[in-house]
């Protein structure tokens, strides 16, 4: 029979339902990511996992808010770092997601994982919106489903990738966080369904006439999914997606700015605002670590623009 989950409140760090071996990994799973959060977290993935197979196979519900529990197997490396309590995840998303709490918006969570933004975003704190999370892999799915039952079952669940049209491709990778639809079709993996956002229109997932915060974390698919999804990014639609940092070309920043007509917004840590990028050398500049994301926003929506100008003029009054 599967133990319980372990418990952890991020608002107050209680821990509840560990066994000492279990409370001591804990220490150390926040301890190693606030020191390896002066080098963006390098090497903590890998220590985290070697760490959990000396753990009983059990999960950890994390507590995000008063209304968000987030649940994953304890001592994963990726997921851990919620453990320690000054860690924030893609924070510059959470910024847009907790200013846009009033704004009536669903939420597309592609590449889902876990599920992590979806539980969030359709929490109370941030506006209990409507969120579809979506996530091919069957081992993901399944974590995905869970969190979904844990909360009530609040947000929608679709299980196939996200391409640039209908059709099946073969999923493979070694970690949860970045499995990927590019690799060798007849290789190791699964066969998954794949959709294009505008499908997601002509099946009546969504309405055209919506607002839209669209998640992209598809692993190398993120050129294809923007083409897949023409019509969805002409109305009120902000696409969040992941820049890596060790593409020197900025190939996802590049074709949004030069092969769509959407505005390439980008958080500057420099200046703690989300700067529209005309030029895409700022980019040299902000990404940083090579192992890492960044995320760059893009949109052609004036609401949304909007919204993020807004958005920078309070964070402007609040540095001053």
Known sequence: MALPPIQFDRASGALEG?????????????????????????????CANLLRKTLPERNIAIKLNSDATFEFPYGDGYWSKLLNRSYSYEDELELLFRDSASVDYTLLDCGANFGYWSVLVSSAPFGSHRAIAIEPSSQ?????????????????????????????????????????ITGNAGGSGEDVPVIALDNLLDDGKIS???????????????????????????GDSVLLCEEHGNDPRHTVSRFILEQTPLKLIVYDPRSNRLETVTELSILDRIKVSSHVGYNVFGTASAFWQNRINALNANATRRMQ
């Open 208 to 234: 055209p006439g919506g607002k839209y915060l669209i998640k992209l974390d598809v692993e190398g698919v993120e050129v294809e999914a923007i083409k897949g999804g023409t019509r969805l990014l002409q």
């Open 140 to 180: 993901n799915f399944a974590k995905l489903k869970n969190n979904a039952e844990i909360n009530g079952h609040r947000f929608e669940l679709m299980k196939c990738a996200i391409g640039a049209a209908r059709g099946t491709a073969r999923l493979s990778g070694t970690k949860h966080e970045a499995l990927s």
């Open 18 to 46: 560990a066994n000492l071996w279990e409370r001591t990994a804990a220490l150390a799973l926040a301890t190693g990511s606030k020191i390896s959060s002066h080098f963006s977290h390098r090497g903590y993935n890998g």
